[in-house]
Nanobody, 124 residues
């Protein structure tokens, strides 16, 4: 599975962005896709995840109510819609995928496939 993330950019606080992550290779083989982010000087942290079959979603507390994750299986693409953005949302956002459940959806170790990252900058 190869992942390509895009859609980042510069936005003012309170604005919105939609990130996309397109899977290629054998995209139907993935079980879960997630988004993580990494701000300068900080560890990569979980943002959201979606289960391919059934569409169950998970969110970090810091983004609940503001971010939405969705998937289009026909397009092998997962979206992260980010509303009410805050300066603290500034980070490089990475999409990730995994073929099997590895005990958690929230840890970087639970994913073997990663996209290249896309920068999101929220100005105050």
């Amino acid at each position: 599975v190869q992942l390509q993330a895009f859609g980042g950019g510069l936005v003012q606080a309170g604005g919105s962005l939609r990130l996309s992550c397109r899977a290629s290779g054998r995209p139907s083989s993935y079980y879960v896709m997630g988004w993580f982010r990494q701000a300068p000087g900080k560890e990569r942290e979980f943002v959201a995840a979606i289960i391919r079959n059934g569409g169950r979603t998970y969110f970090a507390d810091s983004v609940k109510g503001r971010f939405t994750i969705s998937g289009d299986n026909a397009k092998n693409t997962v979206y992260l819609l980010m509303n009410s953005l805050k300066p603290e949302d500034t980070a490089v956002y990475y999409c990730a995928a995994e073929k099997y459940y590895r005990g958690s959806y929230f840890n970087t170790d639970s994913y073997n496939y990663w996209g290249q990252g896309t920068q999101v900058t929220v100005s105050s």
